[in-house]
């Protein structure tokens, strides 16, 4: 099924902002993220958190807005240039 069609995926690391707010929704109710447990070549693993389907896009689209206000939050606080027009 997979080497035919293209599920999308969203996957956080645990500890991130991206699966603090994904957690943040699924108090609401609103996903299920499931525990992933990655292990490299290098035998380190990780441990990430994921949701499958139309449900991740739907999950990124609430995330989104959350990052461009950190963004915005952290371009501010790093202007202090003075304006000459």
């Not at 943040?24 to 447990?37: A, K, M, N, S, V």
């Not at 989104?64 to 202007?79: S, V």
């Amino acid at each position: 099924m997979f080497r035919e069609r293209y599920i999308p995926i969203l996957i956080a690391p645990d500890g991130s902002r991206t699966a603090a707010e994904m957690w943040r929704l699924q108090r609401q109710g609103q996903i299920f993220p499931t525990e992933l447990h990655v292990t490299f070549n290098d035998l380190k693993t990780g441990k990430y958190f994921a949701v499958l389907g139309t449900m991740a896009l739907l999950v990124w689209a609430e995330i989104l807005p959350y990052y461009r206000k950190w963004d915005l939050r952290k371009a501010q606080a790093n202007d202090d240039d003075p304006l000459i027009i």
